[in-house]
T-cell receptor, first 112, second 117 residues
Framework: GENVEQHPSTLSVQEGDSAVIKCTYSDSASNYFPWYKQELGKRPQLIIDIRSNVGEKKDQRIAVTLNKTAKHFSLHITETQPEDSAVYFC???????????FGTGTRLLVSP | ETGVTQTPRHLVMGMTNKKSLKCEQHLGHNAMYWYKQSAKKPLELMFVYNFKEQTENNSVPSRFSPECPNSSHLFLHLHTLQPEDSALYLC????????????????FGEGSRLTVL
């Protein structure tokens, strides 16, 4: 089955810096890669996703890139702000299945 | 406003107790999920229901028993749990896979924090 690895487990940056979180997946049949943000004590919420027919997607300060050959995808946050502090989860879904396999999460701390 | 509500938010139970977690979604979705979130572990899918029918059981012990009476409600019945079952149990909903490539976005509830003594 699909396996998703996520790095780093923790990431500390200064406000205004960029942050990059990387994930690798094992099943080449995966075609959908969402990123969820979970603030302390809150529910996970989708912030951006990408499908396998696209190499990059941007939404304001957030971007996701996908390298299907290498089977890895990354989340990029530019001009970080303290409110970006949260745990970020990547996930992958195999074509034709509903099961989302999640990474272990990255705790991002943005210091003012 | 979430659209997916879970009760109770916190639950403490002994290993011999029987309790239930409840989830309700007001989004018109037809798929519902139970996930387990433990510290330093990935979100683990437990069960999937599509149009009230269970379509996935991810090798979950029988001490967890799901129930989906309709597309808007999902329960997780708990009995004779172990301390290692202590975790945050998240309910989610989405449109089912049909009609969208790979299915739609997951909308999570706030979770039920379970402590087993």
């Amino acid at each position: 089955g699909e396996n998703v690895e996520q790095h780093p487990s923790t990431l500390s940056v200064q406000e205004g810096d960029s942050a990059v979180i990387k994930c690798t997946y094992s099943d080449s049949a995966s075609n959908y890669f969402p990123w969820y943000k979970q603030e302390l004590g809150k529910r996970p919420q989708l912030i951006i996703d990408i499908r396998s027919n696209v190499g990059e997607k941007k939404d304001q300060r957030i971007a996701v890139t996908l390298n299907k050959t290498a089977k890895h995808f990354s989340l990029h946050i530019t001009e970080t702000q303290p409110e970006d502090s949260a745990v970020y989860f990547c996930a992958a879904r195999v074509t034709g299945f509903q099961k989302l396999v999640f990474g272990t999460g990255t705790r991002l701390l943005v210091s003012p | 406003e979430t659209g997916v509500t879970q009760t109770p938010r916190h639950l403490v139970m002994g290993m011999t107790n029987k309790k239930s977690l409840k989830c309700e979604q007001h989004l018109g979705h037809n798929a519902m999920y139970w996930y387990k979130q433990s510290a330093k572990k990935p979100l683990e899918l437990m069960f999937v229901y599509n149009f009230k029918e269970q379509t996935e059981n991810n090798s979950v012990p029988s001490r967890f028993s799901p129930e989906c009476p309709n597309s808007s409600h999902l329960f997780l019945h708990l009995h004779t749990l172990q301390p290692e079952d202590s975790a945050l149990y998240l309910c989610a909903s989405s449109q089912a896979a049909s009609g969208l490539p790979g299915g739609g976005e997951l909308f999570f509830g706030e979770g039920s924090r379970l402590t087993v003594l």
